[in-house]
């Protein structure tokens, strides 16, 4: 970041990321260097409960039982206390769901974040078939 560098790429999944850390350094770059949230541009993800195997459960960022959309909202909570941010630019969806309906529930919570004005655009990465891109693109609102 020191050298340009303005795209931070993290997840809220404690068993691979330290998302906490990442917001601790961005405060930091603002107390030391001056390089304010608003120069940098902050992505996470929403990672589904099956991407948590072997995970202590109390690191999970949300309520695995709860329903899909609320496991969402929680994350999204989560992600902006994490990142000391009142907002994430992209809030991606780690990996379609195991059916279309719940990669669709999962994308209408990311979409209700974005209409909150909480997250700037939503998104998916490990996407391997058209089909679910095509379905994306059709039944965003």
Same mark, same amino acid.
């Given at each position: 970041?020191?050298?340009?560098? #303005? ?11 330290? *998302? =906490?850390?990442?917001?601790? +350094? ?9 390089? $304010?949230?608003?120069?940098?541009? @902050? ?14 459960? @109390?690191?999970?960022?949300? =309520? ?8 969402? +909202?929680?994350?999204? @909570? #989560? ?19 195991? $059916? ?8 209408? +919570?990311?979409? #209700? ?11 998916? $990465? ?5 089909? @679910?891109? *095509? ?7």
């Amino acid at each position: 970041v020191l050298t340009g560098f #303005r795209g931070i790429d993290t997840a809220c999944q404690p068993r691979h990321y330290r *998302e =906490d850390l990442v917001g601790q +350094a961005i405060a930091r770059l603002a107390l030391e260097h001056g390089i $304010s949230r608003d120069l940098l541009w @902050t992505q996470t993800k929403f990672s589904p409960h099956q991407g948590y195997d072997g995970t202590d459960r @109390t690191k999970v960022p949300y =309520d695995p039982v709860a329903p899909l959309a609320v496991q969402v +909202a929680q994350s999204i @909570t #989560r992600s902006t206390h994490n990142l000391c941010t009142g907002q994430i630019d992209s809030f991606l969806l780690h990996s379609p769901l195991h $059916s279309m309906a719940l990669t669709m529930e999962a994308w209408r +919570a990311m979409e #209700r974040a974005v209409h909150a004005g909480i997250v700037g655009q939503p998104g998916i $990465s490990n996407l391997y078939h058209l089909h @679910t891109i *095509e379905t994306l693109y059709n039944q965003s609102s």
